[in-house]
């Protein structure tokens, strides 16, 4: 029995800043690329661990071009929802996106609504999923990585969308490692960290569970790790109970230094240095041009007769006015 896994698709119609071609042009073309593996492997289904779309406001004609591109998959296209797939976390928010209008048509088949088992087809593997919500990551939701089921007779594969890491990050950042994970399942299946789990994609455990994360199929950001990472996908085979992956690289993925732009970032830095420069010159010389401000109000009183108790009252808003920044 055999699987196609694939990272983070984030469909969406408008060009990320980063990229130099034609973003949809290009996912689209890795996407024909993963129908044309699933169909020279014979998989039973290609399995998507969240954010399919880039939003879930995405335009109606974008999904409508996904739409199109899902159907022609010679297999079932088995998904989550990501947390670019509905608002602010909330999976009731679902039923009103375009990933839920795609699982409603039956283009996509959400595992978090409905497990894919023997029952659909010629295999001996369940294959359950749990999208994500606000408490992936956190302590509450530390029972995502359960299929709600205990070892079985059947491999068990479970799909989630978490920051899923094989070490820790070194900062403050919502995450869970592989190490701290309770499963019930034989095969976990992540999204949502592009760059795979860390320092790895492919990650067996001691206890023998086997972790997959390709990383994300499309490359939005021009980050370094996202030029020099090779985009790929992941074949899983389960063969006498056993599992095993294999990582297949996308011919159609272009060079990361060919698609991928630092042009904005470097611009950006600029800004910032330009900025902070400025800032410093305020604070050396900011008593310099308070006492100007002054000789200004002065001789403009002094030019237009106006009272000295208005004169002093401006004084006094703009000394008020320096207390509240923090000058001196």
């Known amino acids: 029995m055999k699987f196609l896994i694939i990272g983070d698709v984030h469909f969406r119609g408008v060009n990320p800043r980063a990229r130099l071609d ?35 406001a ?7 071009e ?7 998959s010679p297999c079932p296209f088995l998904c989550i929802n990501g947390n670019h797939d509905i608002y602010a976390g909330n999976p009731g928010s679902k039923y009103r996106t375009p990933f839920g209008f795609l699982a409603r048509l039956g283009i996509i088949q959400d595992l978090g609504e409905e497990p894919f088992g023997p029952e659909d087809g010629d295999m001996d593997v369940l294959i359950t999923g749990h999208g994500f919500n606000i408490e992936t990551d956190t302590e509450l939701g530390k029972g995502q990585f359960n299929p709600g089921y205990g070892k079985g007779s059947l491999p068990g594969i479970h799909v989630v969308h978490s920051m899923l890491m094989d070490h820790s990050p070194g900062f403050d950042m919502r995450h869970t490692l592989i190490s701290q994970v309770e499963t019930a399942a034989d095969v976990i299946i992540c999204g949502h960290l592009h760059t795979g789990f860390g320092n790895s ?6 206890d023998g569970v086997l972790f997959i994360n390709p990383g994300a199929l499309c490359r939005l950001s021009a980050h370094a790790t996202e030029i020099e990472r090779t985009v790929q996908i992941a074949l899983l085979t389960v063969e006498n109970g056993q599992a095993e992956a294999e990582l297949i690289p996308l011919k159609s993925a272009a060079p990361g230094h060919e698609v991928l732009s630092r042009a904005h970032l470097e611009a950006e830095a600029e800004r910032s240095e330009r900025l902070e420069r400025f ?8 008593e310099v041009r308070f006492l100007e401000t002054r000789e200004i109000i002065d001789e403009i009183a002094a030019r237009e007769n106006i009272l000295g108790e208005v004169k002093v ?12 920044l923090g000058a001196a």
């Open 22 to 56: 034609n973003y949809i042009e290009a996912i689209s073309r890795k996407l024909h690329e993963v129908f044309a593996i699933a169909q020279q492997h014979r998989v039973l289904a290609i399995i998507c661990p969240g954010d399919l779309l880039d939003s879930p």
């Open 58 to 64: 995405t335009g109606w004609s974008t999904v409508a």
């Open 66 to 72: 996904l739409a199109q591109i899902l159907q022609g």
């Open 201 to 206: 994609y492919i990650h067996r455990r001691s």
């Open 279 to 286: 800032l410093n010159l305020l604070a050396s010389e900011g």
């Open 313 to 324: 009252e401006a004084l006094k808003r703009i000394a008020r006015a320096r207390e509240e």
